[in-house]
């Protein structure tokens, strides 16, 4: 029984994501109207949570014993990440105004996943979808949306992030490294606006 619990989640963490970018809609032509150079305020990262059961796979435990992020600690990081990958791409800004500064809006889904026929045992955070409207002048510039469901792969959470997966004792360092990769995706978008 242990090989199969084993089999099972080694094959569900190679079958999932790293990254994808998809393509924005530019409204009223305005793709031509994109500086060479355009920088991007972020003006709200909206962030919904929800928790599903996946996995038919045992071991009780107690959800109030698990060690994660709140959703109100998602969130922040969230928005942090964004930001934080905008200026390590330099097309970051502080400001909301200038000619080749545009304003940005995130809507990103979560899902806190619990392993079926258990109590809450935490089987990892994923991203269902995620949109980001772009706005110039107080107007919709272009949009883009992604309504993909990703996982995690071993790549993000290291071998020990690995290890407490198949052993279901992923912790709040785990969740938050998926968050961040998930959201350095989602920002990952913003380098082909206007390509």
Known sequence: MTKKITKFALISLTAIFVSSCSQFTYFNDSKSKVPSDPKFYVNSVN???SEKRIFPLGIDSNKNDLDL???NEIKE???EEIVNYLKK?????DLPDGNNVFECNFDINFIKNYYMFTNFKYAGISMNGYSISVL???KLFAETRDASHYFINNRG????????ILTFR???DDEKNMVGIFSRV???NMKDFGK
């Open 89 to 93: 791409e330099n097309i970051y800004s």
């Open 170 to 172: 992923l912790n709040k």
């Open 77 to 79: 990081f969230t928005k």
């Open 47 to 49: 962030v919904k949570i």
């Open 69 to 71: 992020m709140t959703d």
């Open 186 to 188: 989602v920002a990952g």
């Open 157 to 164: 959470l290291g071998w020990g992030g690995v290890f407490r």
């Open 136 to 138: 110039k002048d107080d």
